[in-house]
């Protein structure tokens, strides 16, 4: 399955403004797509949208041709019973920024979590498949540590291997790094670059320009809740057609390179 990601005539509003104004895109299946944007764009409202943890005002998000956490009644969508979301939810994994482990489970606790729960994997196969995820990511034997006694770097691998724990079809990433101290956003990364070799889809909010150079096969820029310029990284990243694009990328640039 591609899971090819569309996002049609979406908005969304938080008292009273428009945090996503008529937004239209694609993640093409087994791709990795980039979204930059400056802060308050809309870029982390626009994730939550598409696993329906932020509901739309209008418009609509469908995986595969499947809508998101809506289905059609009549001439309108009607929103879906909770536990048909918590299924849509189930296939699609999400790395938040700042981790959201939980701080009384371990780390082998934090991965075979949600697939016992949402899933019904049984305890042995999921721990099997946790230790093999844990290991992917560089931290194998540190299965019975607490996420306090981890780094950042170490907590939001582990975040990583517990969104993979469902085997989605999708996965989701907000700015991973964002949380990090510089030293540590390298280890991340590096995983996120073995995650997008792999042909699962993809979506990675960030604003490490190079990475998204490097990784994206397709890039998005927003600003004030629109989308501005999107298509392949030789387009958007070396030759914007937009002077917002411009004027952003120039920035960010500097900044990176003097960091």
């Given amino acids: 399955m591609t899971a090819a990601v569309h996002v049609r005539n979406a908005v969304k509003s938080f008292d009273g403004v428009r945090v996503l104004d008529d937004i239209d895109l694609t993640a093409p299946g087994g791709q990795v797509t980039a979204v930059l944007g400056p802060s308050g764009s809309g870029k982390s409202t626009l994730l939550r949208t598409i696993n329906h943890l932020e509901r739309l005002d209008s418009g609509y998000v469908s995986i595969d041709g499947e809508l998101v956490g809506v289905r059609v009644h009549g001439d309108r969508f009607k929103e879906l019973g909770e536990r048909a979301i918590l299924r849509q939810r189930a296939r699609i994994g999400f790395v938040f920024q700042d981790f959201n482990l939980f701080p009384h489970l371990t780390v082998l606790d934090n991965v075979v979590e949600a697939p016992i729960v949402t899933q019904q994997v049984p305890r042995a196969e999921a721990e099997s498949r946790a230790r093999a995820l844990l290991a992917r990511v560089g931290l194998a034997g540190r299965e019975h540590a607490y996420p306090r006694q981890l780094s950042g770097g170490q907590q939001q691998r582990v975040a990583i291997a517990r969104a993979l724990a469902l085997e989605p ?65 030789s ?4 030759h914007p057609q937009h002077d917002r694009t411009r004027e ?10 003097n960091a």
Avoid: C, N, W, Y
Wanted: proline share 5%.
């Fill in 235 to 238: 387009a958007v990243l070396d």
């Fill in 169 to 233: 079809r999708l996965i989701l990433l907000d700015e991973p790094t964002s949380a990090l101290d510089p030293e540590l956003v390298g280890e991340v990364l590096a995983v996120v670059r073995e995650l997008a070799g792999s042909g699962t889809t993809m979506i990675v909010v960030t604003h490490e320009i190079a990475f998204a150079r490097e990784i994206a096969d397709h890039v998005v820029f927003l600003d004030a809740g629109r989308v501005v310029e999107q298509g392949p990284p």
């Fill in 248 to 257: 952003f990328l120039g920035k960010v640039t500097r900044t990176q390179e």
